[in-house]
């Protein structure tokens, strides 16, 4: 059998170096609060799930608008665990750190569709569904008691459950799985949970864009998180956007606006994210306001669409802007 622990080694390596380079830089652009850029996931939603012996390659199938597809695995047999955790991640990142660190982890609804539409003999959707809840609530909570600034569920599937089932259920099944794990943690430990969405960005296509964001945004702002990261800056009617999140955003939830488009090669500039910034104050309490990037710059590992150089750039013009629409505000 060959010996393959050099080649992991190596890996490795490069990823706790592209770890170490990404916080470097992040802090040296100014960023408050930084992130490991997930440089050593195997992508922002199977992490969890990498190594375990009860999956198949074919589950269900993600369609983007340019034609290309993603394909998560199919669980073949029971009990649901999860192999890694986001802890781990975050304690990586902590090493190189000097300011606080944001760790990302997968929403539990993503995982739950994993679970093939004709069961599974011997273990019924029922049991995996808490065994579910019961993993996705041991690694937020090991985030937390790490140390996490604040732990951030990717819920990319959200918009995508409509254009998959308009009439909602998806979604509200969704947000109860979501909620069922979420109400576990303290009011306080929920000040520290946000929650992300945006129609999916991979290799500069999505996979829901088209779905209108107006049927999403007043189901999401029912989860029970302090924070809220929203994707903005591609949509192409923004007022429409922040009237329905400022008629539904829960009393003390901070908002944070998507301010750079990652699937466009075109950088912002800090006046144009400024702007975007001033808009949205019109709409939102400004002490609960805050920026973000639409999307991730590389949610899956073999994505490189977008280079190194463009992503740091759209970071830059996202925290100069930001500082600039500061300054106006008087904050």
Request: contains cysteine; negative net charge.
């Amino acid at each position: 059998m060959a010996d393959d622990s050099g080649d992991a080694a190596a890996l490795a390596e490069l990823q706790r170096s592209a770890v170490a380079e990404t916080i470097r830089k992040l802090e040296e652009l100014g960023s408050p609060v930084v992130t490991d850029g997930e440089q050593s996931k195997p992508s922002f939603a199977t992490y969890p799930i990498a190594g375990l012996d009860n999956l198949a390659p074919d589950g269900a199938i993600i369609p983007f608008a340019d034609g290309h597809q993603r394909q998560l695995p199919r669980l073949t047999s029971g009990p649901f665990r999860y192999a890694a955790h986001a802890a781990d991640y975050l304690r990586s990142a902590q090493q190189h750190a000097t300011v606080p660190v944001k760790q990302a982890v997968i929403a539990p609804s993503a995982l739950s569709l994993l679970y093939p539409a004709d069961g599974i003999e011997g273990y019924p959707r029922e049991q995996f569904l808490a065994d579910l809840a019961d993993a996705a609530e041991a690694d937020i909570r090991g985030c937390l008691e790490a140390g996490a600034h604040l732990v951030q569920l990717d819920f990319t599937e959200g918009r995508l459950s409509l254009k998959l089932d308009p009439s909602g259920g998806v979604l509200d099944q969704f947000i109860e799985l979501n909620n069922t794990v979420l109400e576990r943690f303290s009011d306080e430990e929920r000040a520290r949970i946000g929650v992300h969405t945006c129609p999916g960005g991979d290799q500069d296509s999505t996979h829901s864009l088209d779905v209108d964001y107006v049927q999403l945004l007043p189901k999401l702002l029912q989860l029970r998180v302090g924070a809220f990261y929203l994707q903005f800056a591609s949509e192409p009617d923004p007022e429409k956007v922040l009237a329905v999140v400022a008629e539904h955003l829960p009393a003390e939830a901070r908002v944070f606006i998507g301010v750079t488009d990652p699937i466009d090669p075109q950088v912002e500039t800090p006046e144009q994210v400024r702007d975007r910034v001033l808009l949205a104050a019109r709409f939102l309490p400004v002490e609960r306001l805050g920026t973000c990037d639409d999307c991730g710059f590389s949610p899956f590992a073999d994505d490189t669409s977008t280079s190194r150089e463009t992503a740091f750039a759209k970071i830059r013009a996202r925290i100069e802007g930001t500082a600039l629409a500061a300054t106006e505000l008087g904050v």
